[in-house]
């Protein structure tokens, strides 16, 4: 099975911009600090990275990758 992540890095000056789509979901981490932000789906994660104005760092790999160096 093909696992799927996508992170969405920001800073505390990026959370300061623009409001945030309402159908985001919960996040644990408070607004406007700094770190990495993990989204359940590609749409709110596009929607947050167009609002604040950041890339989008997407990984994708597979369980029988294990073997290679840089995955998992």
């Known amino acids: 099975m093909i696992k799927f992540t996508a992170v ?23 607004m406007g600090s700094s770190g990495v932000m993990w989204y359940a ?9 167009k609002r604040s104005q950041r890339p989008i760092f997407f990984m994708a790999a597979a369980a029988q990758c294990d073997g290679i160096s840089g995955v998992f």
């Open 41 to 49: 789906t590609w749409d709110t994660a596009v929607a947050e990275a």
């Open 8 to 30: 969405l890095a920001l800073t505390g000056a990026a959370c300061a911009q623009g409001p945030r789509p309402m159908d985001l979901g919960a996040s644990q981490q408070e």
